[in-house]
């Protein structure tokens, strides 16, 4: 018994796939995957209207005004980070019509750069939001794509194209990995280095990992 549920993460160990997939439990795995997407075969969770008002929505997402490409930076080639945050949204900052106060070390970030305000969210926990940052992947509507392992492997991932243009990536979690299939998708991804709370023993942490404010 503990806190997150065990999956196939709990085993990873190497950037090695097959070295991985080795020593996942098969009878384990089955039973787990079918777990996961047992919902999926009782109805379409995806058919919310008429195909003809989905595609008339769809068309006018992705229309294109005007095809240009614009660069944001002054440097070919900079160093670039993301902080990924669960639980924020526009009450917290005050420059999007939120509080004043609560989050002055981002506002010094969005005096200095861009800051990109048509923006919506892609589900609502780790697992739903990290591949959609980094593999372009919408949550879905019922479980994670980074729980199905089959899947997964086949997903891009923004951390293969920055070890291809001679990045050094590096990838770090203030909680365990094992949480909602991260480990596995992470390790697939060849990230140079991966550090968890595991990893920093000498900071208090609460159920969920380490604090925000000692990161």
Known sequence: WQAIPINEGEVCFSSNQ???DAAINPL????HSFIETRDASYFNAYRAMDDADAEKIFKELYAVQQDTTVSLFKIAKPNICFIILES???????SLGGYEGITPNFEKL?????LFTNVLS???VSDQGIPAILSAYPALTI????NQTEKQLNMPCIGQNFSKMGYYTEFFYGGQLIYGGIKNYIYHNHFNSVTERKNLP?????????HDSLT
């Open 88 to 94: 924020w949204h526009a009450d917290l900052i005050r």
């Open 202 to 210: 000498q900071l208090p942490s609460g159920k969920m990992g380490i």
């Open 143 to 146: 479980g994670s794509v980074i």
């Open 122 to 124: 892609s589900g609502y």
């Open 110 to 114: 969005t005096d200095s750069g861009y």
């Open 28 to 31: 384990w795995n089955l039973i």
């Open 18 to 20: 097959c070295a991985n």
